[in-house]
């Protein structure tokens, strides 16, 4: 990599990536799962990994008239 005001010695690069579930009842679940990279660009080796994953539950309210 040349552009830019200097030469980077690091790269850092990413993943996203969702998916919803709904239910009849209306309920709802939301995944979302990341995932980093950090890789040296001299020798394109990654020098670290990580993931995470996380899950937010909605429930349906119930409305009464």
């Known amino acids: 990599m040349q552009s830019g005001v200097g030469k980077s010695d690091f790269l850092l690069t990413g993943e996203l990536s969702a998916l919803s579930k709904a239910s009849l009842g209306g309920n709802r679940s939301d995944y979302v799962i990341m995932s980093f990279q950090l ?21 349906a309210s119930v409305i009464y008239r």
């Open 39 to 59: 890789v040296d660009i001299a020798s394109n080796e990654i020098i670290w990994e990580e993931g995470y994953e996380t899950k937010r539950k909605t429930e």
